[in-house]
């Protein structure tokens, strides 16, 4: 972990911005005037091929009880890899994908409910959010496998598009059944905030009831930071290539609620020449190519943060912005590139309540 400190509007507020790889938002610990009035553990490790960060706010923690709640998070994590992340070989949605049948397939219960989750994004969207989505993303050379330095060709996309769809995954409560044998499916979208859901509430199990989550960007929080205060999270102006916590778009406050985003401006490519993004329209079969940089998406628990975020993405600043002020209990910030390289902010109707500034 990197920790950055710097002066924000030129005020004497010092925040301190815990770098998060390749991801969007970052933890602003406080300012100059604030009193520390409460005990905080912090902790940071890596995970689904990114960084996590945690924190604890209480009463002080002895180094045992230290140890064990670092032990604990990482083995939460771990399980949950071995669920969930097609990077890993052995996890078992990689087993499912390599599974070249068209039975029903047994499954965790909290893989069907991941991707319960997810079907239910790709309705509501109308395929907007897609988890079949994961050839596509393969070939891009975001996914797990290694991806081409080239267009795809109007025969493969068609040929994806006959792979991905809401319909082509059935789920039970603990089956998965494939409607075509070749469907593969990718989570990636929302299992960085499932996972903050579940290491938050395994600490809130625990008795902890001021805490931070961070996976790879995606937050959960609870109760107030170590100024008695709501969390202060930062998000970066969505520069290309720009380090996290260089550029501060906005800074929010939260408690109780979660924060997720999808932006073009960290996970890219090059290929023959052009900018691609990681976020697919499914719809099309072509990497997202429009104006909107960044989604951020406040709601009560992170994986729903997660999935709004990344559908927006695909649905666009002007579709994105009335679809997500129409949903229940989520608020978004959209920020736009203009042809000159400046940025524009669209905000949901309650998103400012948030805001600190
Ligand atoms: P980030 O990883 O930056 O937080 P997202 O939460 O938006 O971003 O997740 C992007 C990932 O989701 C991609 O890398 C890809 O694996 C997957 N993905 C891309 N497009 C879609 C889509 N339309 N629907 C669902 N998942 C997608
Ligand atoms: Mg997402």
């Given at each position: 972990m990197n920790n950055s400190i710097r002066n924000m509007k030129g005020e004497s507020k010092r925040i301190i911005s815990l770098f998060i790889l390749g991801f969007l938002l970052l933890l602003v610990s406080?300012?100059?005037?604030?009193?520390?009035?409460?005990?905080e553990f912090a902790l940071n490790g890596s995970t689904m091929g990114t960084s996590y960060h945690v924190a604890i706010v209480g009463d002080s923690l002895d180094a045992s009880q230290r140890s064990l709640i670092a032990a604990s998070i990482d083995s939460v994590l771990k399980d949950f890899n071995q669920i969930l992340s097609t990077f890993e070989i052995h996890s078992e949605i990689s087993r499912f994908n390599r599974n070249?049948?068209?039975a029903p397939i047994k499954v965790s219960p909290e893989l069907a409910h991941v991707?319960?989750?997810g079907l239910d994004f790709c309705e509501k969207s109308d395929g907007a959010f897609d988890i079949t989505v994961a050839p596509i993303v393969n070939f891009f050379g975001f996914g797990f496998e290694p991806g081409e330095d080239r267009f795809p060709t109007v025969e493969e996309i068609d040929a994806w598009l006959q792979l991905t769809g809401c319909d082509k995954i059935e789920v039970g409560d603990s089956t998965l059944t494939k409607t075509d044998p070749r469907v593969s499916i990718d989570l990636s979208a929302i299992a960085k905030g499932d996972a903050s859901d579940h290491v938050s509430n395994f600490l809130l199990g625990k008795g902890y009831y001021n805490i931070f989550v961070e996976i790879g960007g995606e937050i959960m929080t609870h109760g107030i930071n170590k100024y008695g205060k709501a969390w202060l999270i930062g998000i970066d102006r969505p520069n290309f290539g720009g380090a996290p916590g260089a550029d501060l778009q906005r800074v929010i406050k939260l408690s109780d609620m979660a924060v997720a985003s999808s932006g073009d401006y960290r996970n890219y490519r090059e290929v023959e020449g052009m900018r691609i993004s990681h976020t697919i329209d499914p719809r099309t079969g072509a990497p997202?190519?429009?104006?909107?940089?960044?989604?951020?998406?406040?709601?009560?628990?992170?994986?729903?943060?997660?999935?709004?975020a990344t559908s927006v993405m695909v649905l666009g600043q002007e579709y994105g912005l009335e679809w997500l002020e129409a949903y229940p209990d989520a608020e978004g910030l959209l920020i736009i590139r203009e042809a000159d390289g400046s940025f524009k902010e669209f905000m949901?109707?309650?998103?400012?309540?948030?805001?600190t500034d």
């Amino acid at each position: 972990m990197n920790n950055s400190i710097r002066n924000m509007k030129g005020e004497s507020k010092r925040i301190i911005s815990l770098f998060i790889l390749g991801f969007l938002l970052l933890l602003v610990s406080g300012c100059g005037a604030d009193k520390i009035l409460h005990y905080e553990f912090a902790l940071n490790g890596s995970t689904m091929g990114t960084s996590y960060h945690v924190a604890i706010v209480g009463d002080s923690l002895d180094a045992s009880q230290r140890s064990l709640i670092a032990a604990s998070i990482d083995s939460v994590l771990k399980d949950f890899n071995q669920i969930l992340s097609t990077f890993e070989i052995h996890s078992e949605i990689s087993r499912f994908n390599r599974n070249k049948t068209a039975a029903p397939i047994k499954v965790s219960p909290e893989l069907a409910h991941v991707v319960k989750t997810g079907l239910d994004f790709c309705e509501k969207s109308d395929g907007a959010f897609d988890i079949t989505v994961a050839p596509i993303v393969n070939f891009f050379g975001f996914g797990f496998e290694p991806g081409e330095d080239r267009f795809p060709t109007v025969e493969e996309i068609d040929a994806w598009l006959q792979l991905t769809g809401c319909d082509k995954i059935e789920v039970g409560d603990s089956t998965l059944t494939k409607t075509d044998p070749r469907v593969s499916i990718d989570l990636s979208a929302i299992a960085k905030g499932d996972a903050s859901d579940h290491v938050s509430n395994f600490l809130l199990g625990k008795g902890y009831y001021n805490i931070f989550v961070e996976i790879g960007g995606e937050i959960m929080t609870h109760g107030i930071n170590k100024y008695g205060k709501a969390w202060l999270i930062g998000i970066d102006r969505p520069n290309f290539g720009g380090a996290p916590g260089a550029d501060l778009q906005r800074v929010i406050k939260l408690s109780d609620m979660a924060v997720a985003s999808s932006g073009d401006y960290r996970n890219y490519r090059e290929v023959e020449g052009m900018r691609i993004s990681h976020t697919i329209d499914p719809r099309t079969g072509a990497p997202i190519d429009h104006h909107l940089a960044a989604v951020s998406v406040i709601s009560e628990n992170c994986m729903k943060a997660d999935g709004l975020a990344t559908s927006v993405m695909v649905l666009g600043q002007e579709y994105g912005l009335e679809w997500l002020e129409a949903y229940p209990d989520a608020e978004g910030l959209l920020i736009i590139r203009e042809a000159d390289g400046s940025f524009k902010e669209f905000m949901t109707s309650g998103f400012s309540q948030y805001l600190t500034d």
